[in-house]
Structures are given as structure tokens and as C-alpha cells.
């Protein structure tokens, strides 16, 4: 590669990477809604330039990672919308939407879920010049593996704080089962581009993925902790005043009772 | 009380460990040769989550500091940390083959590392958003409760 397409590559995909975080982090983290909607903005920018860097930039390897994102806009998108019509046409006190909306949101739901299944078990897996996108055979080992594991954890925690919530346990043990009997049948069954063998392999080295990402990220976040603690340890404790004097307190019933109605009399 | 806390918090740790470990045993019991590459995959995915994840922690001090008259000794702490995971990890790529795996250079294995976990965080993301929308909505279509939990 060549320095104008590793420049290229910097600005069209890293550049735009960073867009992405930094973007997402002002408007989930800004109190000012100006820069909030510049933080969507950017974010927006940065990930619309990753999307089209298949394009942009075909000769470079990151460039998989775009049309992978771009392969997955669709069915995370109609995941989500459905979701969300699902979730919110239920016993919502307010903005509650229609029965359409909800069977509309079930319809959105059952579609990105057959899309997503399509995508190993039928033709339509995403290929980048003519091999399967390698960050589509990750991803989707990762969501099996970790949709499993939110599963049961759900299921522990519907189980321990819930009160008679039967009905979502059952489904969780439904979600669990098929989950559990996707990911048997990628292990025993070659799919017409995903081969066994390959998922076998990826189920166990995204497993290894997941967990330096557990305690990767645990160790961060207990590095944060520590600096933290270390400063607020440090830092001085305010002065303490001393209580108001039988004079001082004189004064201020003085001051505030012809501010206060009823006075004397509810005293 | 808290004990009891301590341990509920622990048991709902460890039963979201626990399917991704039986499926890992699975893959042993199917395909004796998986195991190559495991450790690497590992030991990028950890340096590269604790690097990402303390520069995004650095990132979130800006608006800690909105509440305490912007320190810079925290932000010197999680610079340093931060500092301390890029380091570790170039150190740890240019030992050869220990962490290397099919790319050219420290760089190029660097970027693909990130690119991963980038991968890895949006099936994470996904996967949230599809277990947490299930048991949301099936609590909000639930009449008889209003939320879970309110009840000893």
C-alpha cells in the first residue's frame, strides 16, 4: 500500500472511527443539547464514512469491517424498531402505541431474526471479494454465544428479585433451548457458505475474545476505581461549623418570622 | 443482608460466564484441534479491551471534572494507565510470534485488534438490545405486575 492510500486509509476509516467514538460520547455524555446534536452529527458522518469504505478504500483490509457494518445496518435496524414498537405499545402509562404498531413490531422482530439466520444458513452471508466477511463470522459467534450467556442471567435475575413472573421465565428458557440448539446445529451442520469446522473454531476463539474483553475491561475498570479512590482520599475535608450560638439562633427567628405565615400562633 | 447482596451479585456474574463456558467445552468435545490460537486471540482481546476501555474512562473524567473544579491528578492517573496498556501491548506484539497472528507488522496487528473488539462490542451491543427488548417487553405486556423486584 502506498503512503496516498495509507493516508487515505487514516482519514476515510480511522479518522471516521474516531468521529464515531468521540460523537457517541458528547451526546451520551454532554448536558448541552447543542453539542449533543453535534455529537450525533459527527457520529452519523463518522459512521457513514466506514459504511462506504468498501468503496473508498477497497484495497485495504478495514475496509471488511465496513461492509460488514453495512451488512448488519439492516437487520440490527429492524431488531431495534421492532423492539421498540413491541416494548412500548404494552401497559405504558403514557405514549403507549397502537396494536398495529405492536403487530407491525413482532412482524420487524421474527424479519431481522430470519435475516440474521439467512445470513448462515442460507445465501445470504455477507462475502467481501470473495470470501465470507471474517468480522460477520465473529459477530455472529458472539451474539449466539453472548445472547446466551444475557439469557441466563436474565433467567437468574428474573428468578431471584422477580415475584411471579413465570411467564418470563418460560420464555427466557424458550430463547435459551433455541439458542442453545442454534448454536449445536453450527457445530454439527455445514451451512452453503459457513462450513462446521470454521464455526467450530470461531465459537471457541471468539469465546477467548469475550473473555479478554471481560477482564480487559474489568482491570480498566478497576484501575479507574483505584485512581479515583486515591484522589478523593487525598483531597482535603471540608471545614465543619461550629452549631449556631443561643444569640445567633435569636436572630434569625427575628429575621424570618415576619416571613413566615402563621407565626407565633401555629408555633 | 448484604451478604446475601454479595452473593446474588455474584451467582448473576457467574451464570453470565456460564453458557459461554459450556459452549467453549462443546467446541472441545466436537473438534479436538480447536484450542490454536486461543490464548493469542486472549491476550490481544484483553490488552486491547483494557486500553480501549481506560482511554474511554479517561474520556468520561471530563465530566467528572464538571463536578470537582477539573483536577488534573485523576486525569494524569488514567493517562498514565491508558499510557501503561498501549506500551504493554506494542511490548507484548514485538516479542515475534507470542501475540502475532496473521498480519505483517505491529501496527497492522494493532489496528486488526481494535477492529475486533469493535466487532466483538457491536455483537455485544446487538445481543443486549435483543435479550434486554425480550424481557422488557415481556414484562411491560404483563398486566398483573408493574415492575419486578417490588415485592420481598
Same mark, same amino acid.
Given at each position: ?8 486509509v ?20 454532554s ?78 422482530v ?37 445472547s ?86 487525598q ?33 | ?25 462443546l ?13 493469542? @486471540? /486472549? +491476550?490481544?482481546? #484483553? &490488552? ?10 479517561? =474520556? ?55 477492529? @475486533? /473488539? +469493535?466487532?466483538? #462490542? &457491536?455483537a ?9 427488548? =425480550?424481557?422488557?417487553s ?12 417490588e415485592?420481598?
Amino acid at each position: 500500500m502506498n503512503m496516498e492510500s495509507d493516508l487515505q486509509v487514516f482519514a476515510l476509516f480511522w479518522m471516521a472511527g474516531a468521529l464515531v467514538m468521540l460523537g457517541g460520547l458528547l451526546s451520551l455524555l454532554s448536558k448541552s443539547s447543542k453539542v449533543t446534536r453535534a455529537g450525533k452529527f459527527m457520529a452519523l458522518v463518522g459512521g457513514f464514512s466506514i459504511i462506504i469504505s468498501p468503496w473508498t478504500i477497497p484495497s485495504s483490509p478495514s475496509s471488511a469491517f465496513g461492509h460488514f457494518f453495512g451488512s448488519i445496518l439492516g437487520p440490527t435496524a429492524l431488531l431495534t424498531l421492532g423492539m421498540y414498537n413491541i416494548a412500548f405499545s404494552g401497559n405504558m402509562s403514557v405514549e403507549r402505541l397502537s396494536k398495529t404498531e405492536r403487530r407491525n413490531g413482532f412482524i420487524m422482530v421474527f424479519l431481522a431474526l430470519l435475516w440474521f439466520e439467512g445470513m448462515h444458513w442460507w445465501q445470504f452471508t455477507p462475502t467481501y471479494q470473495g470470501e465470507i466477511n471474517p468480522y460477520w463470522l465473529i459477530f455472529w459467534a458472539t451474539l449466539l454465544l453472548v445472547s446466551s450467556g444475557f439469557t441466563t442471567s436474565a433467567f437468574v435475575m428474573v428468578r431471584g428479585l422477580g415475584d411471579q413472573r413465570d411467564r418470563e421465565q418460560r420464555l427466557l428458557l424458550v430463547v435459551q433451548v433455541m439458542l442453545f440448539l442454534l448454536v449445536f446445529l453450527g457445530l454439527q451442520v455445514d451451512g452453503p457458505n459457513v462450513l462446521a469446522s470454521d464455526f467450530v473454531n470461531e465459537i471457541w476463539l471468539v469465546g477467548a475474545d469475550v473473555f479478554g474483553m471481560v477482564v480487559g475491561g474489568g482491570l480498566a475498570i478497576l484501575m479507574f476505581t483505584f485512581v479515583i479512590f486515591i484522589y478523593e482520599s487525598q483531597s482535603i475535608e471540608p471545614q465543619v461549623l461550629h452549631p449556631p450560638t443561643e444569640e445567633e439562633l435569636k436572630q434569625a427567628v427575628s429575621i424570618l418570622s415576619p416571613h413566615v405565615s402563621g407565626g407565633a400562633e401555629d408555633e | 443482608m448484604n451478604e446475601q447482596r454479595g452473593h446474588s451479585i455474584w451467582f448473576t456474574f457467574s451464570s453470565l460466564l456460564f453458557m459461554p463456558i459450556v459452549f467453549c467445552g462443546l467446541t472441545f468435545v466436537i473438534g479436538m484441534e480447536v484450542g490454536d490460537g486461543g490464548f493469542k @486471540r /486472549f +491476550s490481544n482481546s #484483553l &490488552l486491547t479491551s483494557y486500553t480501549l476501555t481506560s482511554i474511554f474512562l479517561l =474520556l468520561t473524567l471530563f465530566v467528572y471534572g464538571d463536578t470537582r473544579k477539573r483536577p488534573i491528578a485523576p486525569l494524569i492517573g488514567m493517562l498514565v494507565a491508558s499510557g501503561l496498556g498501549v506500551l504493554i501491548t506494542f511490548m507484548m506484539l514485538s516479542q515475534g510470534e507470542m501475540l502475532m497472528e496473521d498480519n505483517g507488522s505491529v501496527r497492522a496487528q494493532a489496528l486488526s485488534n481494535i477492529i @475486533r /473488539f +469493535s466487532t466483538t #462490542l &457491536l455483537a455485544v451491543i446487538v445481543s443486549g438490545l435483543l435479550v434486554g427488548g =425480550l424481557v422488557f417487553s415481556s414484562l411491560m405486556q404483563n398486566s398483573d405486575h408493574s415492575s419486578i423486584g417490588e415485592e420481598e
